[in-house]
């Protein structure tokens, strides 16, 4: 961490979820001071106890002036968004300002929408951060999380899950899949990792056919070229009960870029299922 | 065709669903004569206007006798089959004899499982050739099927989501996307190209976000290394419907790779919903 990571206060976008105040307690307890700009009707309760300002989605202006009255030139953007309704976003004169470069935002796949979203916090002088940078402790260890080790036949299933995500990464297409003794049942998509679960619990007949034991890994990582600044891999206690309910053996996510909500509740529920969560260094080739 | 395909006869061993009687229908149009060996519980009524034999199953002896019996040498392995329940399987002695061949068979992806079917056949002295082969008609044709041509901003969409199946080929998953302005929505695995479908309906606002307007496109398509010869993709009027469901603008299926069942109710179904369906040519690369 340089001098100036350390003495200068950390300006962190937040939405929805636990993260963005695991996040800013983490920053904290590690000496740096911080300034949270809350999405109202996202960010979760308990924001009070921090340094913060509450914006609209829209409200770019105000936005960027809290920003820069907290000191900041470093930004974390982290936590849950709701697709927002585009009718019904009420837009700050600073959005309208910034109208050219937030439309041109909305176009391409994801990874084009939050590359750009970097390039324009850049252009106002800026630096975007990644949540695994300014708190590497949110971000899953190598090795197992919790108590249950992953079976030598998981290993298979993990491998190929994570080559599937590497072989989509040009399309932009999903960071997580459910393999199930070589067989890839789900691929995610726009459904999002709970979808896609759900959807693997519907087809459990594939996992559990020839007996009544868990079997397949839900593998998540980054897809390879992600922008881990804005948009780190997520998994959660709901995660673990969700590969519980597809009847999967476990969880296998990149070291170092898979943030881990809430990892004290992960690791209990996933000890109390049986079932393991292994964080996997990243591959040379990997992002 | 060769002299031998013309004189000998042809047998069908015929699962589910309405391309069992069509491609038996088309051959003996041809002037060739035909056996079907349709299994119970599966074939569609209609099968007694061809000669026929009906099996479990399991009765692999009673099948073999059969395809004997008729004096073909050649094989064609059409319709849909419900996953079997192994426990209720009733296995007759032929199966018993073969059993070994027959566990070997259930190990591995859908690819090995059916590469290793017709590695069977082969095994009994039977040629197993491709629906699209004995009955070139039942598969789609290159250009547009119905009266709806896609327009220029489909082109994208088609292209990308022949690619994504493409760079999953080595994965053994689907062959089926949806592809909406660039975004890839939904990869088929396990759930099937119908589940995929009704899945990207209910991710409508990804296709519609923006306008009322219809958008996006399913591709379907072989995998690369896809043995069409007992797992030809298939669309059929349900496809349709689920596209229309789902706000889609039409689907873009590989010329000559992917069977049409009930062509003209398919084509009625595209033109009442001014969906397009069109078949593309299988570039270079293609399997």
């Known amino acids: 961490m340089s001098a100036a ?17 695991a996040l800013a307690g983490s920053v904290v307890a590690s000496g740096r001071a911080i300034h949270i700009v809350g999405l109202k009707g996202e960010i979760a309760p308990g924001v009070e106890r921090f340094p913060h300002t509450l914006i609209e989605l829209g409200e770019i202006g105000a936005m960027l002036a809290a920003i820069k009255a907290s000191g900041a030139r470093e930004l ?38 939050l590359t750009n979203v970097v390039r324009f916090f850049e252009g106002k002088g800026l630096t975007v951060r990644g949540a695994h940078e300014v708190a590497p402790d949110l971000a899953a260890p190598q090795g197992p999380l919790g108590s249950v080790a992953a079976g030598a036949d998981a290993r298979a299933d993990i491998a190929r899950g994570f080559a599937v995500v590497e072989a989509l990464g040009p399309y932009d297409v999903g960071q997580a899949v459910v393999v199930t003794r070589g067989h890839v049942i789900a691929v995610e998509a726009a459904e999002g990792t709970d979808g896609m679960l759900e959807r693997a619990a519907s087809l459990r007949q594939w996992g559990r056919a020839r007996s009544g034991k868990r079997g397949g890994v839900l593998v998540k990582r980054p897809k390879p070229g992600q922008e881990l600044r804005v948009d780190m891999p997520v998994i959660g206690p709901r995660t673990v009960e969700l590969a519980a309910e597809a009847g999967l053996a476990g969880i296998a996510i990149e070291a170092g870029h898979v943030l881990v909500a809430s990892r004290s509740e992960v690791i209990a529920r996933a000890d109390a299922a049986k079932l393991f969560v292994v964080g996997i260094a990243p591959s040379a080739g990997a992002a």
């Open 5 to 21: 990571e350390g003495s200068e206060p950390l300006a962190v976008l937040a939405g929805g979820g636990e993260l963005p105040l």
């Open 76 to 113: 974390v953007i982290i936590g849950s968004l709701k697709r927002p309704d585009i009718k019904a976003l009420r837009f700050d004169f600073g959005a309208v300002w910034n109208l050219p470069t937030i439309l041109s935002l909305m176009t391409g796949g994801d990874d084009t929408l």
